[in-house]
């Protein structure tokens, strides 16, 4: 494998270069953390060209509901900080179809994502069909905190970051495998639950921005990453998706891909890596 050339990275705010004593008081003072564990679940994936989206989701529509979080216009933003090694482990695992694979990423949801009160710190593991999530929710100050750890080989031993439990266990993955921030991802989602069918959810992502970062909130996304009018839909289910919907998917002629917003973002950008839609 081929190294790809060095990426010169913008810059960032001081939060990234404080001392280490003023940063780790500042972390770690009464942090709030909410954990979870996601069941397994399945995923499909779907590239929605732009004369198929709208006469897809008229034909959704009725057979679902909006997600809770969506604002009026029925959408909302979300921004992902993905990190990767220097050999770009994560995404040639993705591109090979690696069957037993993971991604740690930093995410904050909302309509304005950058003015949420909490962060996201996720591993997402994949395991043949199978997806799962670790996620530790916490709040604005203990992530402003966590920067300069993000990008530093140190592993900070104390407090949430000790024990058995998703952000400990998101640093240290971070430190075994030498990941570091690499590329910020940006895009809208209209999310929908399936009525009468737990755990199925419908999202439609699109007008997907990218950027090299090294923090989460700073530079704003600007290089497109999907063709302008294309959305990528995902079906999520814990188990099958109704019959129904099946139904839906082959009266457009959908094609199941295993596109990634990750592995789109990295191949837009000024990595020297490619991948084929």
Wanted: aromatic share 10%.
């Amino acid at each position: 494998m081929i190294p790809s050339p060095p990426v010169r990275m913008p810059a960032t705010p001081d939060l990234i270069s404080r001392p280490r004593e003023e940063v780790r008081d500042h972390a770690f003072a009464r942090p709030s953390i909410r954990s979870s564990v996601s069941e397994a679940r399945h995923e499909w994936k779907y590239l929605l060209l732009p004369h198929v989206r709208g006469p897809f989701l008229a034909d959704l529509r009725p057979f679902v509901q909006p997600d809770a979080h969506a604002g009026a216009e029925g959408w909302y933003n979300v921004r992902s900080l993905y990190l990767d090694s220097p050999q770009w482990r994560c995404f040639h695992d993705k591109v090979d179809g690696v069957p037993s694979r993971f991604k740690l990423r930093v995410r904050a949801y909302g309509v304005d994502a950058g003015q949420g009160s909490s962060v996201k710190f996720e591993i997402k593991y994949r395991d043949g069909a199978l997806i799962r999530k670790e996620v530790a929710d916490v709040d604005r100050t203990l992530h402003d905190g966590l920067i300069p750890f993000l990008s530093s080989s140190v592993f900070p031993h104390r407090g949430p970051l000790t024990g058995s439990n998703p952000l400990a266990r998101f640093f240290a993955f971070k430190t075994q495998f030498g990941l570091r921030p690499v590329v910020n991802v940006e895009f809208r989602r209209r999310a929908f639950a399936v009525r009468g069918h737990e755990g199925c959810r419908v999202t439609l992502d699109e007008e997907l921005f990218s950027a090299p970062a090294r923090i989460l909130f700073g530079q704003t996304p600007r290089t497109r990453s999907l063709p302008g009018g294309m959305s990528i839909l995902e079906i999520k289910a814990q188990r099958s998706i109704p019959f129904w919907l099946d139904r839906l998917v082959c009266k457009y002629r959908l094609q199941r891909t295993p596109l990634s917003k990750y592995a789109l973002a990295v191949a837009a950008g000024p990595f020297g890596l490619e991948i084929r839609l």
